[in-house]
């Protein structure tokens, strides 16, 4: 872990010491997932864990309506399906692949051995997760928001988390549909889609024939996000 730095959207790999990360790294066996792949599915039985090496995963669950609702995005340095591998329940969400992700699959006895002997890693699991509950309830507080103002701080985390800087701006290259992305911001897809060519006809987001989003300005964004309205 980066001593006295601010690990807040640092992956698990991030927050560990170089010691315990590289003994992480030496668990299980590689694997590796094409561009939708499902990595686990929702009820599931298995009870490995997955540490995604490259790519990004979406994990998604199934809401009382029987909607996939898309619970969060995560990158590489994340360790996925540990909560089954941990307390040896059933899945309870589905994580799928955005894009090629190659990772380190390892088995539950494997896993729960390490987390014994090394107790950090707990901590550091919680606190990524805290960070995901931290920015679930930022997006609450935006619901009496316009539209435009969630789906900008939506872009806006998504971008900082997953995205790359290039000479033209950020680039999210990540296959999100309005529909996932309406489930993140808590609304209809169809406010969704609206919202989002709003912000494409101001010009504060660009998008490319393969669903890649490029924010030219992102303290534009940012504004929208804390409230500017758009022209």
């Given at each position: 872990?980066?001593?006295?730095?601010?690990?807040?959207?640092?992956?698990?790999?991030?927050?560990?010491?170089?010691?315990?990360?590289?003994?992480?790294?030496e668990l299980g066996g590689?694997?590796?997932?094409?561009?939708?792949?499902?990595?686990?599915?929702?009820?599931?039985?298995?009870?490995?864990?997955?540490?995604?090496?490259?790519?990004?995963?979406?994990?998604?669950?199934?809401?009382?309506?029987?909607?996939?609702?898309?619970?969060?995005?995560?990158?590489?340095?994340?360790?996925?399906?540990?909560?089954?591998?941990?307390?040896?329940?059933?899945?309870?969400?589905?994580?799928?692949?955005?894009?090629?992700?190659?990772?380190?699959?390892?088995?539950?006895?494997?896993?729960?051995?390490?987390?014994?002997?090394?107790?950090?890693?707990?901590?550091?699991?919680?606190?990524?997760?805290?960070?995901?509950?931290?920015?679930?309830?930022?997006?609450?507080?935006?619901?009496?928001?316009?539209?435009?103002?969630?789906?900008?701080?939506?872009?806006?985390?998504?971008?900082?988390?997953?995205?790359?800087?290039?000479?033209?701006?950020?680039?999210?290259?990540?296959?999100?549909?309005?529909?996932?992305?309406?489930?993140?911001?808590?609304?209809?897809?169809?406010?969704?889609?609206?919202?989002?060519?709003?912000?494409?006809?101001?010009?504060?987001?660009?998008?490319?024939?393969?669903?890649?989003?490029?924010?030219?300005?992102?303290?534009?964004?940012?504004?929208i996000a804390s409230g500017?309205?758009?022209?």
């Amino acid at each position: 872990m980066r001593g006295g730095a601010d690990m807040s959207g640092a992956s698990l790999l991030e927050r560990l010491s170089d010691r315990v990360a590289g003994a992480l790294l030496e668990l299980g066996g590689p694997v590796g997932y094409g561009s939708g792949e499902v990595v686990f599915s929702e009820g599931g039985d298995d009870g490995h864990a997955v540490l995604v090496l490259t790519g990004a995963v979406k994990v998604r669950a199934t809401d009382e309506a029987g909607d996939a609702a898309l619970l969060a995005v995560l990158s590489a340095g994340n360790l996925v399906g540990e909560m089954a591998a941990l307390d040896g329940q059933p899945r309870s969400a589905t994580v799928v692949a955005c894009g090629p992700v190659t990772g380190r699959l390892i088995p539950q006895h494997q896993l729960l051995d390490f987390v014994d002997f090394h107790r950090e890693v707990l901590v550091e699991l919680f606190r990524v997760r805290a960070d995901q509950v931290r920015w679930a309830n930022e997006l609450r507080r935006a619901m009496p928001h316009h539209a435009a103002t969630r789906i900008a701080r939506v872009l806006g985390h998504l971008v900082r988390h997953h995205g790359s800087r290039t000479t033209g701006g950020w680039t999210l290259d990540l296959p999100l549909t309005n529909v996932e992305l309406a489930s993140i911001a808590g609304m209809k897809s169809r406010t969704a889609e609206k919202a989002f060519s709003r912000l494409r006809d101001a010009g504060v987001v660009l998008t490319s024939t393969r669903r890649a989003v490029l924010v030219p300005d992102l303290p534009r964004l940012d504004l929208i996000a804390s409230g500017q309205q758009l022209p």
